[in-house]
């Protein structure tokens, strides 16, 4: 159907999934709670904070279940730093720090995925999954933030029939200045780069944490990833939403590789790629806790309100003062 008022009436779900943008999510989250129906709802909870938090007094208020799907948190080699940084295993960690360098193409196509309206920008849809990465491996909640975002091009070109730039890219081809003159453009006001310093509420201490999500490209002399500071060592973890792990103890000359463990795959579902193996983790624990029936703990819409004011924080950039000496003499 494509009258979803009509598919909530004549069906009358249990569960309702949303995975559309979020700017089109609030109406369906308030009819469904009304029903209630339980919300599994994808990132970000809404386009903004306010929003966000009204999503999570309503689901609150009406008693219903409800899952936040931040889902590569579930990768893994997430659990397996979690358990590393649990035991000890380069003593206490008192920083993590993490740096991406995207690499895109200077020319990309327009989408909803760049503009703010639309739920768009680097950090709408990668920051919660990074948030809930950092939140699991610590044990802890991000309780203070501040940082800034760019916005890397104010307009793109209009590809017709293109829902997602990344199908885009998937092609093979590429948008150069002469190929796009004929198009439509269109404004951008969506972040493509940003840079935060968190702290992390831990169980034993508050963990400093430090995020870069840069433009251009890094090079050969810096990957991609995270790294994990304690008092006997460091935990080297090489990507994004999936890593490579080693250790590199105090003293020694080089890092030794920790493979994630085969028990700690095989608990991952297993039914499709490793972005949809990470979502039916999510839904395996949701579904559960909707029967009553024991479950692992998973993210909600508090976390998606949390996430969302995180979010704007960063965005407005509040955290940072003016000291230049024009300023001083003002």
């Known amino acids: ?25 609030g109406e369906v989250i308030k009819v469904a709670v009304a029903q209630g129906c339980h919300i599994f709802c994808d990132k970000p909870l809404a386009t903004t904070e306010v929003e966000a938090g009204r999503l999570y007094r309503a689901v609150r208020d009406a008693g219903v279940k409800h899952a936040y799907a931040a889902t590569h948190r579930y990768d893994p080699s997430v659990s397996w730093l979690h358990e590393l940084a649990r035991d000890g295993s380069v003593g206490s960690i008192h920083e993590m720090s993490m740096t991406i360098r995207a690499g895109f193409p200077g020319l990309i196509a327009w989408s909803w995925m760049r503009t703010l309206e639309g739920g768009g920008g680097v950090l709408n849809n990668l920051l919660p999954h990074l948030l809930g990465i950092f939140e699991r491996i ?11 975002a760019r916005v890397l091009t104010t307009e793109a070109p209009v590809v ?16 150069t200045p002469e190929s796009a003159k004929g198009l439509e453009w269109r404004a951008i006001d969506a972040d493509g780069a940003f840079s935060a310093l968190m702290r992390i509420k831990a169980p034993e201490r508050d963990i ?16 991609t990833g995270m790294r994990l500071y304690g008092d006997k060592g ?3 973890a090489d990507g994004v939403v999936g890593f490579q792990v080693s250790r590199q103890r105090r003293g020694e000359e080089s890092p030794e590789v920790l493979d994630t463990p085969q028990r700690l795959l095989d608990e991952l ?3 499709g790629d490793h972005v949809q193996n990470k979502w039916c983790a999510l839904a395996k624990s949701f579904v559960a806790d909707v029967r009553g029936e024991d479950c ?3 993210l909600t819409f508090r976390d998606g309100w949390r996430y969302q004011r995180i979010i704007e924080t960063i ?10 000496v024009d300023a001083a003499q003002r």
């Open 1 to 25: 159907s494509t009258d979803w008022r009509r598919a909530l009436e004549t069906t009358q779900p249990d569960i309702v999934a949303m995975a559309t943008p979020a700017v089109v999510r």
């Open 138 to 148: 610590a044990g802890g909640e991000v309780v203070s933030v501040m940082g800034e």
């Open 160 to 175: 017709p029939d293109l829902h997602d730039f990344r199908d885009w890219l998937k092609t093979g081809r590429e948008l």
């Open 208 to 223: 400093s944490l430090t995020v870069l999500h840069g433009s251009g490209y890094g090079g050969a002399a810096e990957r």
């Open 234 to 236: 460091t935990l080297i």
């Open 269 to 271: 579902p297993n039914i």
């Open 296 to 298: 692992e703990p998973y």
């Open 315 to 324: 965005r407005e950039g509040h955290g940072w003062t003016d000291i230049s």
